[in-house]
């Protein structure tokens, strides 16, 4: 036999002599074009099935079962791959990330990974050095309560190591500015805009900022983006992915014209994930029923459109800010210890909403009436409770069950927020990056018995709420070091022990099983785009999406598992990723 070997797995090629002895002993009426045997496959069926091995044919899992079951559909041309015991589990789906915005973020610089306020002010000290004086210093996705000191630096800070050029540190929902950046964007004492965080004594602008001022700042426009440096970075993008066992995503947030971009890179055999993409309901108009079901009748699609490929997902709206910013919309004031993070001075503010109770309900009550799934980025527990109470109205005149409404990120979830989630058969898609970046955080300025509702994911589970798992993947490239992490093994492992990434355990009773967490990665995720009859396990029939990992993810060390990485990835019957290390 010829050999070829992949570290850890050996592909079989058969020689002359076998195919011939094969092809007497052995006949079938369909033949696998792929097998794999030897191995631990994780089919995460409806039984949680353990088998030997698959068979492949075309984009399909023709069989799976033992070697001896498996072997009898090979045929001449079957390429046979032997696992070597190594471990099989269907390939996993990221429910939320941004893959275009994460795609082109480090096209033509390096974001930093910076820990303490110290590595961050050498990085713009490092970026006046290389830039012209009056060019802009832009952090993308900069959150302050990631550093060791969870806090923003001072506007001296920022003065001292960048006297010259103008700084932003873009958090999204909110941010830090210097002086520099004020003098030319206009920004002083006389400055109306309320994102324009003032001293209450002196009246000056601190340099934070929250977003409804972003648009103020006179930041030069990005430069042109051809289609072709598109597609390279989204193709390298994917095969990061790729590598980590990655063969779906839910693009979350996006437009008609992105469904194009994806649509013709899949008519070009280049896309290498599966694609949902949520759509952003864009309005610059007074709310009403009558205008978005005037909007939502310009669109030609309504979710679930597609192929196998790429497909619509639900409309989508931002119902409030970030908890990283102190923008959340939470049913409670943030409180006291949110003053020295985020510079919130009033004792009674809550965060910010984007939508009135009535203008959600029009938006929601339209997009159910036109066939759209539905879903919300939401942060805080208020904005969970206010979307809910507008589903509920919405139920009660035409049902939504079954149509997979979610709450994206959600992060707060009570009680009685989980009891009306179960009753409408709401969606939760969490985000267990944020828990591990983040509860930390939380812990400290909410305190412990706010935080015993921050991804309470024991709770959900055990009330028959469906989680599905994404990452929220944004910016840099790496699987790790991103602003978000998209390694699914890392949030995997984060939801199985409650670990952060400070060493701490947040609320270890609301600890998950290996199994729950590889399902949520799986087939829930296939569940929330009305896909589960066709991906999400390995069982006859459905797409061979596969990923073969270098740990068993169920008997590892628990530590072990945030360290798993695929050594092959199949999308379709095709091998799109081999670990060459």
């Known amino acids: 036999m010829n050999v070829i070997h992949i570290p850890y797995i050996k592909i079989i090629h058969f020689s002359l002599v076998t195919i011939l002895l094969l092809a007497n002993s052995c006949k079938s009426k369909m033949d696998a074009d792929i097998v794999l045997i030897n191995g631990k496959v994780i089919t995460v069926d409806s039984n949680f099935s353990i088998a030997e091995a698959v068979a492949i044919s075309g984009d399909t899992v023709l069989a799976v079962g033992s070697n001896k079951e498996i072997r009898k559909i090979t045929g001449k041309s079957t390429r046979i791959i032997d696992l070597n015991g190594k471990t099989v589990i269907p390939g996993l789906n990221d429910a939320h990330l941004h893959p275009d915005a994460a795609a082109l973020s480090e096209l ?24 012209e ?89 990005k430069r042109e983006i051809s289609k072709e440096e598109w597609i390279k970075a989204f193709t390298k993008m994917m095969l990061k992915y790729n590598q980590y066992g990655i063969t779906s995503i839910c693009a979350g947030t996006g437009d008609l014209k992105t469904m194009r971009m994806y649509r013709d890179m899949a008519d070009s055999n280049i896309l290498t994930v599966r694609i949902l993409q949520n759509i952003l309901l864009q309005t610059d108009e007074l709310i009403t029923r009558e205008s978005i079901n005037n909007i939502l009748k310009g669109y030609p699609e309504v979710t679930g459109a597609g192929d196998k490929w790429v497909k619509i997902g639900p409309l989508k ?205 799986t087939i829930n995720n296939a569940f929330a785009s009305f896909e589960e009859s066709v991906k999400g396990s390995i069982e006859p029939g459905k797409l061979a999406d596969i990923a073969i990992i270098n740990k068993d993810i169920l008997t590892c060390p628990v530590d072990s598992i945030k360290e798993i990485e695929s050594l092959m990835t199949i999308v379709g019957g095709k091998i799109v990723y081999t670990n060459k290390k």
């Open 133 to 221: 004086k009056g060019s802009w210093i832009i952090f993308s996705k900069f959150f302050s309560t990631r550093l060791e000191e969870m806090r923003l630096p001072t506007l001296t800070e920022l003065d001292i190591a960048a006297p010259e050029h103008p700084v932003f540190l873009n958090g999204s929902f909110g941010g830090m500015i210097n002086s520099c950046a004020m003098k030319v964007s206009g920004i002083n004492k006389q400055s109306k805009d309320p994102g324009i965080i003032k001293d209450e004594l002196t009246g000056l602008p601190t340099g934070f900022i929250r977003a409804s001022a972003f648009p103020v700042l006179k930041i030069p426009a």
């Open 317 to 521: 709206v931002f119902l409030d800010g970030g908890i990283l910013t102190g923008t959340a919309f939470m049913e409670e004031p943030w409180g006291e210890k949110a003053f020295q993070i985020y510079s919130i001075k009033d004792p009674s503010y809550r965060g910010i909403v984007n939508f009135t109770r009535d203008e959600l309900l029009a938006i929601v009550s339209a997009a159910n009436e036109s066939g759209w799934s539905f879903t919300a980025h939401v942060t805080g527990d208020g904005a969970v409770n206010l979307l809910l109470d507008v589903y509920k109205e919405v139920n009660r005149k035409s049902s939504i069950n079954g149509k997979r409404f979610s709450i994206i990120h959600g992060n707060f979830f009570s009680n009685e927020a989980i009891a009306l989630m179960r009753e409408m058969d709401i969606y939760a898609n969490i985000q267990a990056a944020w828990f591990y970046k983040d509860a930390d955080a939380m812990n400290l300025i909410l305190g412990k018995e706010r935080i015993r509702i921050f991804h309470p994911n024991r709770t959900m589970l055990d009330a028959g709420i469906m989680l599905n798992g994404g990452s929220d993947h944004m910016v840099k490239l790496d699987a790790n070091s991103s602003v978000n992490p998209y390694n699914p093994f890392l949030a995997m492992w984060s939801m199985i022990t409650r670990k952060t990434e400070r060493g701490s355990v947040i609320i270890p009773e609301e600890a998950i099983t290996r199994e729950e967490a590889l399902k949520i990665y």
């Open 108 to 131: 033509d610089e390096e974001i930093p990974d910076v820990h303490k306020i110290e590595e961050l002010l050498a990085w713009i000290k490092d970026q006046t050095l290389k830039k």
